[in-house]
């Protein structure tokens, strides 16, 4: 809707901002051996991999703008007005057919190592993947922001890899009307605890408990995004030691 | 190698630019029904689409870089030290599953038409696509520069589309030593003539013929891209009628 996206007004705040495309999804989604041997009948179908795409529908109700396509929640700030430019960026997720280790986490570690006091920053399905990182090397990494993520660590996994690291798990509204959502709130909860426990310094922080209310899965494009960001920077600078 | 893109520099000559992904390449390359049905045996595998990639091996043919991989042709201007990055770059190619009309030439129609006063430039395989948006709709378009294209429109076509319209097509070295290039060029060079000959204003213009050499098919990241640039601002000046 007109409003500058985080990445230049992360930028204005006075923060360099490198945007990663995830392998697997987008623009480097596929590759030409998992589907030529199957057409030429080289290799079987089962062999293909699996692709999946969320039609609007289903979307509607995943990303929290209501709870039936077409109805919002009261109050929800998602610029419906503009749904019809954002469908157009929906793009068929191949990453469930992504190799171990994961390209998208060395990627991370990576640019880290590169380019030094790194906040990898996260959202939805790409939620774990900072944290993943960091259990494979701390090197570079300054902290951890993850915007409703997927799925935080298991809180039985080896809370070491994040001793003494800044961590921000940050959610929005409606999180407990979603049977998809309040099971990952609940799970990152967990994790913090554990984490907590063992030297961490993660905190999950809950949009509408801050008197932030009707923010969508989709907070970075919601109607109060600069507000957001703002706090986050104020987060970073909080909580981020000088370099 | 550190130097500012063309999308960045138009801007800064003072052109307003918009950078189109194709429609089945790149980020929007994809979509779940031509393979999920397959993979679920509802489908048989002769209905997947058809895929293509260059390995770098042919791309550096391709790319006219040089005659064999590895070696490159003398006062060759792609910066190859950077070949690493560049070849990270490179996506599959669905587009030999696009449908009719091609979308993106649909699509910049639409732009044009939104926009108003639009040169279409386009490079390599979407080399046609301002063509063929000329012939479904002249309406907001100004001009076209296509960059070394795949093929321009055939001589025996009809030329009324593109009577009056002001038509660049630039190409830049080692043409006549590619068996992939050199008749396209030749192809250009009848569709000029035909056009001109209906009141047509196109010109086909050779980068080493006019005492700048070295350039490869990918000119615009060759090392000299800014003076090219440039070339390109002044036709543009010369040609297009002020708005």
């Known amino acids: 809707m007109g409003r500058m996206g985080w990445d230049e007004y992360f930028l204005r705040r006075g923060h360099s901002v490198h945007v990663m495309d995830q ?3 987008g623009r480097s989604a596929s590759h030409p051996t998992q589907i030529n041997p199957v057409r030429a009948g080289q290799a079987p179908a089962a062999s293909l991999p699996t692709v999946f795409a969320a039609g609007r529908e289903d979307a509607w109700r995943i990303f929290r703008f209501g709870a039936r396509f077409g109805e919002s929640y009261p109050g929800m700030r998602f610029p419906l007005a503009a749904q019809g430019e954002f469908w157009k960026q929906m793009v068929p997720d191949w990453n469930f057919s992504v ?7 060395t ?3 990576l640019i880290a190592r590169r380019l030094g006091r790194v906040v990898l920053m996260s959202h939805s399905q790409s939620g774990i993947y900072p944290f993943q990182a960091a259990v494979a090397s701390r090197e570079g990494i300054a902290g951890i922001v993850s915007i409703e993520p997927g799925a935080c660590p298991a809180a039985t996994d080896d809370m070491a890899p994040y001793a003494g690291l800044p961590i921000l798990v940050l959610w929005g509204d409606y999180v407990a009307l979603s049977s998809r959502w309040a099971p990952r709130l609940a799970g990152c909860l967990a994790f913090a605890r554990a984490a ?6 993660v905190e999950v922080a809950v949009l509408p408990e801050m008197g932030i209310a009707g923010n969508s899965h989709m907070l970075m494009q919601d109607d109060n995004s600069h507000q957001i960001a703002d706090w986050l920077v104020g987060w970073m600078a909080r909580h981020i030691p000088p370099g």
Chains 1, 2 share one sequence.
Do not use: I
């Open 23 to 25: 392998a697997w999804r």
């Open 99 to 105: 190799g171990t280790p994961n390209p998208s986490v």
């Open 107 to 109: 990627a991370l570690n």
């Open 196 to 201: 907590n426990a063992a030297g961490g310094k």
